[in-house]
């Protein structure tokens, strides 16, 4: 049973065939909204609090499995 969210599932999917930057580029920007309102409750619209941000998310991906919990979890 695959856990993801539905609006992550095919940007995902699409990503991990392709590993490309621009798969990758998709699959943030869909992650958008929750990583700057996970990074707004730390800091008030800090640019290199969400480039780090954008950075972890980047970093953990590749550990991510779907059938273990959401995206938005890890």
């Known amino acids: 049973m695959n856990a993801i969210e539905p609006e992550y599932a095919a940007p995902y999917a ?20 929750t990583i700057t309102k996970t990074t707004s409750r730390y800091s008030q619209n800090d640019p290199l609090a969400l480039a780090r941000a954008r950075s972890i998310a980047i970093d953990s991906l590749p550990r991510y499995d779907p059938k273990q919990g959401r995206l938005n979890a890890f």
């Open 14 to 33: 699409a990503w991990q065939k392709t590993k490309s930057p621009e798969a990758l580029g998709a699959l943030l920007t869909a992650a958008m909204p």
